[in-house]
């Protein structure tokens, strides 16, 4: 159960006695969980008739029936809208086919409301996740050039030089300049209506982003965050104007720099135990950062008896990259425990990756944390999630496990990611689903990650779906 379906229990639990008439909670999320959206939609809106439901229940029911909502866009192909993605490349697809792929977790399919759905993105991840299916796709349509990794694989090897020169862990110091748009469609909000907007702000990291600076907005009406908020915001608002797009613009520039550490595992000193930073990053964080049963049973498989921090970083980077292949991902929002989500389907994108290797390695008593926000290579841009680990007589050190072991047969290089950076990286959190400044009234979009934006108005969120949103980043020196 969820931290939102516990809330519910305990406030419907003491806050309703007498409401036999209505269905209860256990019934509708039980309809959820079965995946009778459509059935469990009617009892909430039952629900929401009975005038002794506290207004606290009431949201959170309005919150199920947005992530129903969700769950329904990002599950949105029929079987045969998945038949002919697949066609092309198998003549002979069959429903045993389709059976035995959602078996083996290669073609992500839920049920809702006794249909067959796919994830909007399931032909392109089994293609990624299945080894016949990846073979077949070759023969189709050719071997692919993988653009971004051959560009950082071979980039790294300066860093590490630029390193060893200088006698400094950071490095290759780089200046870009940022715009970002977002553009609400227009007819999502009534004319006149104040629309409400949190665009990602840049942090401040003494070593890697030491300067932000704003350089220009399109409206009068924001706050910037305060440089300790986790995840960072500049807040917009603005009127809506009849058949127009609503736009909100942000441009700043930002200094980043590279960081490689040449660790020696046998000179890390032991963990000081009662500090701060040795308590606050190895604990748990429901609901994605839990000490399972199975995470328990993996790390020991991983692990074993090691007990060097380096080498249990790499152990379990390692068992990721070898055994969790990216795929594209649904939307967090809708992940009730990510790690969990990982484990049983055996994919994930950079930050569900991030979130298992996170877990894993605080339940190994390793301080680690969450760090996202994009990459702007000169080759590409997306918005990217990866992480830092702490060691004792060292600091904090990035860890990119979706970029993985790199393939090269010097070791420093082939490790690069698990104890260094590139300096094309934009930082905007330092952790996952902490509260945006100003707060928020109505569920985020992205309950873990804030990188495309956040927009609501009086009448509730606004989900991705509604508007557009565009990077463009320049270097300037």
Known sequence: MNNLKFAFCIILLTGITTCTQYPSEQEIFSNIDSGNFTLAEEQIQLLHENKSVPDSVKKIMNDQLDLMSRIRKDFSLSGDEIKDKLLPYFPQLNDSMLRKWENEKSLEMRIIDDERKYFRHAHYNLFRLNKEAKKRKIEVD???????????????????????????????????????????????????????????????????????????????????APAEKLQRTIYMEKTVQKDSITTFQVTFEV?????????????????????????????????????????????????????????????IYQWIDENIPWASALEYSTVPCI????????????????????????????????????????????????????????????????????????????????????????????????????????????????????LEWSGGNLYFDQWDYSFIPKQVN
């Open 142 to 224: 050719g071997e692919g050039v993988n653009v971004l990794n051959n560009f950082y694989t071979g980039y790294v090897n300066s860093i590490i030089e630029q390193v060893k020169r200088s006698n400094k862990n950071t490095v290759d110091e780089k200046k870009f300049q940022v715009q970002y748009t977002i553009k609400l469609k227009p007819g999502v909000v009534p004319a006149g209506e104040t629309v409400q907007c949190w665009l990602p702000y840049p942090r401040i990291h003494g070593q890697r982003q030491p300067e932000v600076t704003l350089v220009s907005l399109n409206t009068e009406q924001y706050q910037v």
């Open 255 to 315: 200094k980043t720099a590279a960081q490689w550490f040449d660790i020696n595992p046998e000179t890390v000193s032991p963990y000081n135990k009662t500090s701060q930073v040795f308590r606050e990053f190895t604990r748990e964080r429901p609901p994605h950062i839990v000490f399972t049963d199975e995470i328990r049973e993996l790390s020991q498989r991983i692990v074993g008896d090691e007990d060097n921090p380096v080498r249990i970083v790499r152990k």
């Open 339 to 454: 790690p969990a989500y990982v484990l049983e389907n055996r994919h994930g994108d950079c930050g569900m990756q991030s979130l298992l290797f996170i877990t894993l390695a605080r339940y190994n008593d390793i301080p680690a944390k969450w760090q996202s926000g994009w990459y702007f290579f000169p080759v590409q841009t997306n918005m990217h999630d990866w992480a830092e680990v702490y060691y004792e007589g060292v600091g904090w050190v990035p860890v990119d496990q979706s970029f993985g072991l790199l393939d090269s047969e010097d070791e420093q290089i082939r490790w690069f990611y698990t104890q260094g950076i590139d300096p094309f990286r934009l930082i905007i959190n330092d952790d996952w689903g902490r509260e945006l400044f100003p707060p928020k009234k109505f569920l985020r979009s992205e309950t873990v990650d804030f990188q495309r934006g956040e």
